[in-house]
DNA sequence: GTCCTTGCAAAAGTTTTGCAAGGTG
DNA sequence: CACCTTGCAAAACTTTTGCAAGGAC
């Protein structure tokens, strides 16, 4: 749960640098502007989107830069990517119920058929704001190939 | 479930013909040769690779045209994009378990904290080849802003 | 001081757009 | 034959890579 009072956001640079030295990656300038810009949003925000907020108060901030960080961070576990398969869109000429699961590594999509994913109750969320289409569950995992 | 058989293909071809008069768009060898071979795979391709097939026997086709085409569908509900959120890589800082609504007109993802979803069994699925990782429900739907 | 990290530039990869020619209904 | 659709070319946009300079430990 995000809270946007400035004394939490302290809190998880504090903790992301602890673990970063424990992790054995340098603790530069970038990498707490990258960090403490995602914690202290729950937009979801792009690459590009992080880049422009920093350049506000650090002009000299390379693209490249956070780019890279991002990467780096999500495969270290200090943060993830929502999108997985963000690299291309995919399509489904399948239009029956279904779930998907993506292999993490070869980006591999295959459907998952189960009742019980199909069936969950979407009516009285706290989704207030929306008109809820539909959803659909997407695991993540590595397939048999690449293991 | 697809099936591999040339009938049952034929028969969803047929079905995407007939949808498509309906529909007041025409039929076009490229439209037609598209959808085919969407309906033909369960690897959920993206506009690249079924451009790429379709050259082999349909060397003309441009890559222009699978995209403007796979987006003609889409929007008319002849087929469904998988990744709703592949323009662009979407972090998050937050790591515990949530999940996320996304509005399919302007793109925002918004967070979505729900029991209900969060313990789903992933254990014993269908998912014998696999070694499951995590999953998370992406609901999408029309934000308030955007209505 | 070592070696990881950064910034720049260039390239690779994905998607969109303008416009004239072509084909469907 | 009207108008939607296609193909080409160019541009826009997102991401990756090579390399030399710079900074963290």
């Known amino acids: 749960m995000i809270e ?28 707490v502007a990258i960090y403490k810009e995602l914690a202290s949003t729950d ?7 992080i880049y422009n907020k920093i350049r506000d108060y650090y002009p000299n901030i390379s693209l490249t830069t956070v780019y890279r960080t991002l990467e780096t961070f999500e495969k270290l576990g200090l943060i ?19 779930h998907h ?16 994913f199909t069936n969950l109750d979407v009516s009285e969320k706290t989704l207030g704001d929306y008109k809820v289409e539909g959803y659909s569950v997407l695991l993540s995992g590595v397939c048999i190939d690449c293991r």
Request: glycine share 2%; net charge negative.
């Open 4 to 31: 946007n009072s400035a004394g939490f956001i302290e809190q998880r640079v504090s903790e992301f640098i602890s673990r970063s030295k424990e992790l054995g990656i340098k603790v530069t300038p970038q990498r």
């Open 43 to 49: 937009q979801h925000p792009s690459t590009e989107i």
């Open 80 to 98: 993830s990517v929502v999108n997985v398969l963000y690299n291309a869109a995919r399509y489904d000429a399948n239009l029956d119920p279904h």
């Open 101 to 116: 699961i993506v292999c993490t590594q070869c980006k591999k999509v295959e459907d998952v058929y189960d009742e019980s």
